[in-house]
């Protein structure tokens, strides 16, 4: 069974331009996570989806970062315009969350090493 | 709000010799309690998982770790180091039963040297 992919695995980037990440979930896992991984730190969660519904993006900066999951499937996490502060890792995960309070196992990507010029 | 402290940012081990990495969470309801381990330029990887069912468990490549309800404590141990133990563990609590159902905190994380 494939595991969670992402593209892409690395990217450099001058601030101030855009940027796209791309991550393809487990298949059958309704629930997809997009996570902050500073240096040194361990991942903090940006937004959580329910299949197309975001239901958890309290930690998304939205004045420069956004997010979709059309059709529940695929999802791409964007930033525009970058900035330096913006250097980190982000990871993907998915899950299979079948009731409230069920057991929460996450399966994670190799995540996406940015580096903002 | 729930939270994890592990306890060490650092800690080295000679090979064939016990393992402890601690840690210290605090939740307001029935927690799940999870370590990760990531290996460089690697994906995290799930050592192992407590979900209110047996305090004592058992995950892969030998590592282990108890929940001690009375002392807040998800310490991961090993009898026996080997050297390519040496990563970064991340110890994880996510709450059951409450309204957040999936959001994962993660602690600081502790890096494991393993030495020859």
């Known amino acids: 069974e494939a595991g969670v992919v992402q593209s892409p695995r690395y990217k450099i980037i001058e601030k101030k331009q855009p940027v796209a990440f791309w991550c393809n979930p487990i298949?059958?896992?309704?629930?997809l996570y997009w996570y902050l991984q500073n240096l040194g730190q361990g991942p903090e969660l940006l937004i959580r989806y329910e299949n197309e519904e975001a239901v958890d993006d309290s930690q998304l900066p939205k004045d420069r970062f956004s997010a979709e999951r059309l059709k529940g499937v695929d999802s791409t996490l964007k930033i525009q315009p970058a900035e330096l502060g913006d250097s980190a890792v982000y990871l993907c995960?998915?899950?299979?969350?079948?009731?409230?309070?069920?057991?929460?196992?996450?399966?994670f990507g190799p995540g996406t090493r940015l580096t903002v010029l | 709000a729930q939270s994890v402290t592990q306890l060490d940012s650092h800690v080295s081990v000679s090979e064939g010799t016990p393992v402890l990495l601690r840690c210290n969470y605090s939740?307001?309801?029935?927690?799940?309690l999870f370590w990760y381990v990531q290996h460089p330029n690697k994906g995290l990887q799930l050592l192992l998982k407590y979900t209110s069912a047996a305090t004592l468990v058992k995950g892969i490549n030998g590592f282990e770790a108890e929940f001690k309800k009375s002392e807040t404590s998800f310490h991961l141990t090993k009898p026996s180091a080997h050297m390519s133990d040496a990563a970064e563990y991340f110890c994880?609590?996510?709450?059951?039963?409450?309204?957040?159902?999936?959001?994962?905190?993660f602690g600081q994380g502790t890096t494991l040297q393993v030495k020859p």
């Open positions: 995960a998915s899950s299979l969350v079948l009731a409230e309070g069920g057991n929460n196992e996450q399966f």
């Open positions: 298949s059958g896992h309704n629930t």
């Open positions: 994880v609590v996510s709450d059951q039963g409450s309204s957040n159902t999936g959001k994962l905190i």
């Open positions: 939740s307001s309801y029935s927690p799940s």
